[in-house]
């Protein structure tokens, strides 16, 4: 078995830094507002954020956003809104402190 590195930050440190990176983003967007499929993802997708209680949780639930894209990961391309791989670099060191 594999050990896992322990993330540097806190669960609601990580859980800020997805908002302020994906989310916010995304919410402030012109095709937010008109995308009532994105709007409903979003919101799902923060629900399911805001009740994970670990960092390692929060780990999981951005590596598992960049395996299962969602119905609106195409929209967000279009619009140059950012994705979870675009931020994947400034995670792992929000979360390690390196690559």
């Not at 859980?15 to 799902?44: A, G, H, P, W």
Request: hydrophobic content about 40%; charged content about 30%; proline content about 2%.
């Amino acid at each position: 078995m594999v050990k896992r590195a322990q993330p540097q930050k806190s669960a609601q440190e990580l859980k800020d830094f997805l908002d302020d990176n994906i989310f916010s983003v995304i919410e402030i967007s012109d095709v937010y507002s008109t995308n009532i499929e994105m709007q409903r993802i979003i919101k799902s997708s923060k629900k399911t954020l805001n009740s994970l209680s670990t960092a390692i949780e929060v780990v999981d639930f951005f590596w598992n956003a960049i395996i299962e894209k969602s119905h609106s990961y195409d929209v967000v391309i279009e619009h140059g809104l950012p994705t979870f791989e675009d931020i994947r670099y400034r995670f792992d060191l929000e979360c390690y402190g390196f690559r």
